[in-house]
C-alpha cells in the first residue's frame, strides 16, 4: 500500500471528548482500494490523554463517499467537514485548523469531481483513475512476497557491501532509463540562490518540557521544538515512544515474548526444516559482530542479535538485510528495556521499511526525489556532478539506507533522527542530504574528481560532520524553499507544502 494524502492534528467529536488525530488517503496496491482513514494519535505520532467513542480511528472506502458539508467555523474557531455517504451513513466531524480543509479538498480533487450543489455542500463524483495527491518515497514494495530470504539477503546486503565499487545492475539499468536521470534538468528552470537564510539551532527539550506540552494538548509546538533544537537524551526515551505511537501497541509485553517464543522454541532438528530463518539467522550472527565492533560487548551483541531475529519473525517478508542492524543498534542505545527497545525498533522500520524491499524502488525514487531538490537549491552541483558520471546520486546510497547512520556517531545520530521525527514537511531527510552536499560543495566540486573521488569525499565525511550545523542547514533550505515564489510544484510536492 502506499499513503497518498496526510493531514495531522484533526480533531473528532465524540461521545466524551475531543480527539486529535491523522486523516489520511491510503491506496492498496493489489486491488486499487483506496480508503480514507482517521487514526487517533495513539496509532499516530502522539498518544492521547483521555478516551473517546472514536480511540480505535476509523477507516472508509473512498467509492462509498458521496458527499461532504463544509460549514464556516465551529464554536472553537476551527473549520470542519462532515461526510456523508452513499448508505445515508456520515463519518464524525473532523475539525481542522487553518488550511486544513483546503488540502483535504485538494487531495479529494484527485479521485473525485467536485461540485457546489448548496451553500456549504459538496457532491463527489468518483474518477475512475487516481492521481496523486502527494508523493511517498516510503511506500511497499508492490511485490512484496519474496522466493527466499538469499533473495532479499543478495539484493539488499550486495548493494551495501559493494558500494564502494558499484550500486547493483537493476538500480543502475533503472535510473540509467529513467527521463529524470537524463534529460529532467531543463534549461531555464528555477534555481535558489546560494546565499542561505541564518539559522541558529535551538536549546534542546527536556523530559519536563516534553511532558508539559504533551499534557497541555500542544502537539504541534512540542514537535516544532525538537525539530528546531532537538532532545536531550533524558527526555528520547519517553519522547521517541510517544512520537513512535508505541501506546497504540495493545499488550506490548505479551505479544513481544510470543514472538520471542516462536525462534527461542526451536530446537536444532526443526530448524533444519526452516530454511528462510536458518539463513536469516546466519546472516544476523555474522553482522552483529561487525556492526559497532570497537564499542560493543559481548552481552550488547546478544541483545542485539535477539532482537533483529525477533522481528524476522514479526515481519517475515523481509526478515533481516543489512542495514537493520545500524538502525537497532542506535535503538537498543536508549532503550535499556528489551520489550521497548523491539516495539520502538518495529515503528521505526514502519517508517522506513521501503528501504529493504527487494525492489529497491524506494531507494530509486529517493535518488531520484534528491536529484530534483538539489536541481533547484544547486543547480550547478547537478550540472557538475552530470558532467562527473555522478548525477546518478548513488554515493548517497548509505545515508538514505540507514538515515545517515553511518555519518554522524553514535552519540550524535539521536539528534538527526530526532529532526526527522518532527519535520514539518514531508522527506525531511532530502534536505538533511541536500545539506550535507551543501555544506561540503568546495570539497566535492573538483574538477579533476571523478565518481570514485567524490565517493571518496563522501566516505570521508563518516563521523566527522557536525551534526547541528548540519540540521541548521536543511532547516535553512527549508526556509529558503517554502518562501520561494518560484519553487517548483513538484518539490512542494516532495516536501508537502502548501501554496
Given amino acids: 500500500m502506499r499513503i497518498i494524502f496526510e493531514e495531522e492534528n484533526v480533531l473528532v467529536h465524540g461521545n466524551a471528548v475531543p480527539e486529535s488525530g491523522r486523516i489520511s488517503i491510503i491506496e492498496h496496491d493489489s486491488s486499487q482500494r483506496r480508503e480514507f482513514v482517521w487514526e487517533p494519535i495513539a496509532a499516530g505520532d502522539w498518544t492521547f490523554l483521555g478516551g473517546s467513542a472514536f480511540d480505535t480511528g476509523f477507516r472508509q472506502d473512498l467509492n462509498d463517499i458521496s458527499e461532504y458539508f463544509k460549514p464556516k467555523r465551529n464554536d472553537s474557531g476551527l473549520r470542519y467537514l462532515v461526510i456523508k455517504l452513499r448508505d445515508g451513513a456520515t463519518l464524525p466531524s473532523l475539525h481542522f485548523g487553518p488550511g486544513g480543509i483546503e488540502r483535504v479538498e485538494s487531495a479529494f480533487q484527485a479521485f473525485f469531481v467536485i461540485k457546489e450543489v448548496g451553500s456549504g455542500q459538496y457532491k463527489l463524483e468518483l474518477i475512475e483513475e487516481p492521481k496523486d495527491a502527494r508523493l511517498s518515497l516510503w511506500e511497499d514494495d508492490p511485490e512484496p512476497r519474496i522466493a527466499s ?140 559482530t561487525r556492526t559497532d565492533p570497537h564499542r560493543l560487548n559481548a552481552e550488547q551483541i546478544q ?60 531507494i530509486k525514487r529517493q535518488f531520484e526525489a534528491l536529484r530534483r531538490v538539489l536541481a533547484f537549491t544547486d543547480g550547478e552541483m547537478v550540472r557538475f556532478l552530470d558532467r562527473k558520471e555522478s548525477g546518478h546520486m548513488y554515493f548517497c546510497f548509505p545515508w538514505f539506507l540507514i538515515l545517515f547512520r553511518r555519518l554522524a556517531t553514535h552519540e550524535t545520530l539521536p539528534t538527526i533522527w530526532d529532526a526527522w521525527l518532527c519535520s514539518p514537511c514531508a522527506n525531511f531527510h532530502l534536505l538533511i542530504a541536500a545539506a550535507v552536499l551543501d555544506l561540503k560543495r568546495k570539497e566535492i566540486m573538483n574538477e579533476e574528481f571523478g565518481y570514485c573521488e567524490i565517493l571518496q569525499v563522501v566516505n570521508r565525511l563518516s563521523g566527522n560532520v557536525d551534526t547541528d550545523e548540519i540540521l541548521a542547514r536543511a532547516q535553512s533550505l527549508l526556509v529558503q524553499i517554502s518562501r520561494s515564489l518560484s519553487t517548483p510544484p513538484i518539490i512542494k510536492q516532495l516536501l508537502n507544502l502548501s501554496d
Fill in 149 to 288: 530470504g538469499r533473495d532479499v539477503l543478495n539484493r539488499g546486503f550486495g548493494i551495501f557491501s559493494k558500494i564502494t565499487r558499484a550500486i547493483s545492475s537493476n538500480i543502475q539499468e533503472e535510473v540509467a532509463r529513467s527521463p529524470i536521470s537524463r534529460a529532467f534538468f531543463n534549461e531555464g528552470q528555477p534555481e535558489l540562490p546560494l546565499e542561505r537564510p541564518v539559522v541558529i539551532r535551538a536549546t534542546l527539550v527536556d523530559e519536563d518540557d516534553f511532558r508539559d506540552f504533551v499534557l497541555a494538548g500542544r502537539y504541534k509546538a512540542i514537535k516544532e521544538k525538537i525539530f528546531r533544537g532537538g532532545l536531550t537524551g533524558g527526555a528520547r526515551p519517553f519522547a521517541w515512544k510517544q512520537l513512535l505511537g508505541y501506546e497504540s501497541i495493545k499488550n506490548p509485553e505479551e505479544k513481544y515474548h510470543t514472538l520471542r517464543a516462536q525462534w527461542e522454541g526451536l530446537t536444532a532438528e526443526q530448524e533444519e526444516y526452516c530454511t528462510i530463518l536458518r539463513e536469516r539467522r546466519s546472516l544476523i550472527a555474522k553482522d552483529v
Fill in 303 to 362: 541483545r542485539l542479535s535477539e532482537l533483529l531475529t525477533t522481528y524476522c519473525i514479526y515481519d517475515q517478508d523481509i526478515g533481516y538485510v543489512q542495514g537493520m542492524s545500524d538502525i537497532a543498534v542506535v535503538i537498543l542505545d536508549i532503550y535499556p528495556d528489551d520489550i521497548d527497545a523491539f516495539w520502538v525498533f518495529a515503528k521505526f522500520m514502519y517508517r522506513v521499511r521501503g528501504n529493504f524491499e527487494r525492489s529497491q524502488e524506494a
